[in-house]
């Protein structure tokens, strides 16, 4: 089955600084990598998501770039503010299912 | 706010015993998915289902079920419960047809607690 690996597992930024999170996907079939955000005591949010026939996408502050070839991708915060922080999910789906990577607790400090 | 319910939000329940968990899916979703969250496994699905047909099964133990009702609702039901099934159980929905089928908007949980 698909495997897939988030690092870091911790990430904590100051306040303005930029946050990078990368994950790797094992099953080449995967098409769709969606990102998500925890918060504290909350289900998981869709923030981003990307399909595997597109390289690069981008929502204001957010971006995730895929590489098929390489098997990895990412996600990139810019500009990040306190209400950044907290857990982010990666996924790679088959068939409509997802696999989770085991997530990246952001700290931004104020 | 997902649009996407679920109760109860905490349950806390004695081992050997038998729970249902409850979930609404965002207006006019067809796709309902049940994922179990814990400490070491991480977010793990368990099973999907379409318009009341079960579509996929992950890792879900043969001690639990879950069945779609003609008005779109799910239930997820744990029998037999064990310490190691405490865990936070999360439903999402999907609209399942082409084009936002892979979107998935999940609910606010319910925290099972097994003693």
């Known amino acids: 089955g698909e495997n897939v690996e988030q690092h870091p597992s911790t990430l904590s930024v100051q306040e303005g600084d930029s946050a990078v999170i990368k994950c790797t996907y094992s099953d080449s079939a995967s098409n769709y990598f969606p990102w998500y955000k925890q918060e504290l005591g909350k289900g998981p949010q869709l923030i981003i998501d990307i399909r595997s026939n597109v390289g690069e996408k981008k929502d204001q502050r957010i971006a995730v770039t895929l590489n098929k070839t390489a098997k990895h991708f990412s996600l990139h915060i810019t500009e990040t503010q306190p209400e950044d922080s907290a857990v982010y999910f990666c996924a790679a789906s088959l068939n409509y299912i997802p696999t989770f990577g085991r997530g990246t607790s952001l700290i931004v400090h104020p | 706010d997902s649009g996407v319910t679920q109760t109860p939000k905490h349950l806390i329940t004695a081992t050997g015993q038998r729970v249902t968990l409850r979930c609404s899916p965002r207006s006019g979703d067809l796709s309902v998915y049940w994922y179990q969250q814990s400490l070491d496994q991480g977010l793990q699905f368990l099973i999907q289902?379409?318009?009341?047909?079960?579509?996929a099964k992950g890792n879900i133990l043969e001690r639990f079920s879950a069945q779609q009702f003609p008005d779109l609702h799910s239930e997820l039901n744990l029998s037999s419960l064990e310490l190691g099934d405490s865990a936070l159980y999360f439903c999402?929905?999907?609209?399942?047809?082409?084009?936002?089928?892979?979107?998935?908007?999940f609910g606010p949980g319910t925290r099972l607690t097994v003693t």
């Open positions: 289902y379409y318009n009341g047909e079960e579509r």
């Open positions: 999402a929905s999907s609209a399942g047809v082409s084009g936002r089928a892979y979107e998935q908007y």
